[in-house]
């Protein structure tokens, strides 16, 4: 036998048991938050656990080729993005879906801090794209250059993805949903001074 034979009998099973400790506690520590962004990117649980649990197989396949352990989040952020954005073209997706209540369920115009499920309701309105941008952008708090690297679209387009979206949900929100400490409205004729 080999020297090198005689080294690899010594325990063989010793990198691929780090390799997969490692990629354990990576995802220990980060599903709870990878699902949060499916999820919101999404709209739908059973969608968001399938995209998370297809980001995962995807990672720990390249888990040896991300170099850079402090990459490996934004690495991760990619892949789902991306297999968010493949649901977006697969034709089936356009279809209709079942879904356990009805859509004109009233909602309670009350001010509530903005974490309403009525405000999420008119962030899942919006396209694909344009929602993915919203949440990166306002829920995972990236820059708008890390949302272009992550979604593989240039600056600008975050920038009118993003504006386009803030007026559509301006458009759509009630004023009762809206932070009246977070920006200033102008005053619509009819208004009274204030």
Not at 34 to 61: F, N, S
Not at 100 to 117: E, I, M
Not at 123 to 129: C, I, Q, T
Request: with cysteine; charged share 30%.
């Amino acid at each position: 036998m080999t020297k090198w034979g005689a080294l690899m009998l010594d325990d063989p099973s010793s990198v691929p048991r780090q390799r997969d400790d490692d990629f354990s506690a990576y995802v220990e520590a980060r599903r709870a938050a990878l699902l949060r962004t499916a999820y919101l990117m999404t709209g739908d649980l059973a969608t968001a656990e399938d995209v998370v649990q297809t980001t995962l197989a995807k990672l720990y396949l390249a888990w040896d080729k991300v170099s850079a352990r402090d990459a490996v989040h934004s690495y991760t952020r990619r892949i789902l993005t991306n297999e968010v954005t493949s649901l977006w073209r697969r034709a089936w997706r356009r279809r209709e879906l079942p879904v356990d209540r009805l859509p004109d369920v009233a909602t309670d115009p009350a001010y509530d801090d903005g974490t309403a499920a009525a405000l999420w309701a008119f962030v899942g309105e919006l396209a694909p794209r344009a929602r993915a941008v919203v949440v990166l952008r306002y829920y995972e708090q990236l820059t708008e250059a890390e949302i272009a690297e992550v979604m593989g679209i240039s600056v600008g387009t975050v920038k009118s993805q993003c504006s386009r979206a803030l007026a559509s949900l301006r458009a759509r929100v009630p004023a009762s949903l809206e932070r009246p400490d977070t920006h200033e409205r102008p005053a619509r004729s009819g208004d009274g001074e204030q």
